[in-house]
């Protein structure tokens, strides 16, 4: 048995950045508290009709006898002569030049016979081009008349209920209704707490507190339930359970060691992952020190109290308790330090529950044997999770974990 008599109080130098009472949100309920609504896309202006037929039919020139011959004729006295100069024969030279001018000739007239056909062909386009342009004119003069009269005025209506919406749905009435809307959809798909059979220890200071919690906070303050995971478990030390608006809140009261061997028990993020896995299904946590419990238990209501007025105010519902309009004028409980797990070791090392504990209290104080829970080890690497998201519409609780 770890003594505790005899001691000499000698406090370490405790952390100060690190405080209780620790109040905790799940994530994705305190992002709606930064809800956007989307805005709706510009309308797009119709376009205005047109009266474009196509490009008028082309008929090409006419041809040139000079145009046709003269190329051949070129081409037969470069060639002729670069023979003739080689064979050094003149006969060459005229015989290629009367080729080409009878070639000039034929091309010439396959030219001509082509052309009229062209004549024939553009004056049948230009028929058909100046009979789509009437068409299209006056089909023109009809989308125009309906562009002015119906589209345009219709654009103007669009945009006109679109500036309306987007003045609406970004007015502050509306932005909070949304954040209303969004927490209770939320607060509907939470884990909801379950009853145990099994005695589960309770530590000195929690027997003491529960007065307290039941003064003020009457039947919403349950001390066994638990989160009930399938095979796991775990057991808050007190659960506020609000049926009605699906609040659940783990209250905790954490001594930072076991009295009866001096084992750190509470410390800076000795409880993450199990706040975590609370978090994960829509729980809130409120956590103070054992010796804020002792010292100042209405202080500790209030801070109880404002961090559901916090809650509620979101929702939209706030927290009018009868039981708790008594504690209108008190105090928040003063914060508290932290303890790192060496600051652990030497606060038991130097017995400092008993510097605030009452004598009754230390009467039983050495026969605390704290229920260890069994967390999922496969979440200690889980950076973040959710099991509780508004965007799904079924029952996303049917499974064991999310993990």
Known sequence: MWLTSNYCLVLPLLNLDMRYPITKLPKEFTDIKEYKPPIPTKIDKPDKPNDYVGSEPYLRKKPHFKDDLGCWFAAAVFIGGYISLMAKSSEVFFSLLLLSILVGLIFHYRNVINYKKDIKKHAELVKEYERKKILKEQEYINELKFYEEVSLKEYEKKCQEREENVAFISSTEFVNSEIKRLSKLYLSKVKEPQLFAESIYKGVSEEYFKDYLLQYFGDFILTRYCLHLNKYCLYPDFTFWDKTNKICVDIE???????????????????????????????????????????????????????????????????????????????????????????????????YRNTYLSKSMLQKVNDEMPFQEMIPQYIANQESMSVVQIEKSKNIFDDDLPF
């Open 253 to 351: 009261i954490d001594e930072p060691y076991v009295a009866s061997n001096g084992k750190p028990i509470h410390y800076k993020d000795s409880d993450l992952k199990r706040d975590k896995v609370f978090l994960s299904y829509g729980w809130f946590i409120i956590r103070f020190s054992e010796k804020q419990i002792v010292s100042n238990p209405i202080g500790c209501c209030k801070s109880i109290s404002n961090f559901l007025n916090e809650i509620y105010y979101q929702i939209g519902k706030p927290f009018n308790f009868e039981k708790m309009k008594s504690l209108n004028n008190e105090i928040e409980v003063k914060t508290d330090v932290i303890p790192t797990l060496e600051q652990a070791h030497a606060l038991a090392f130097n017995r």
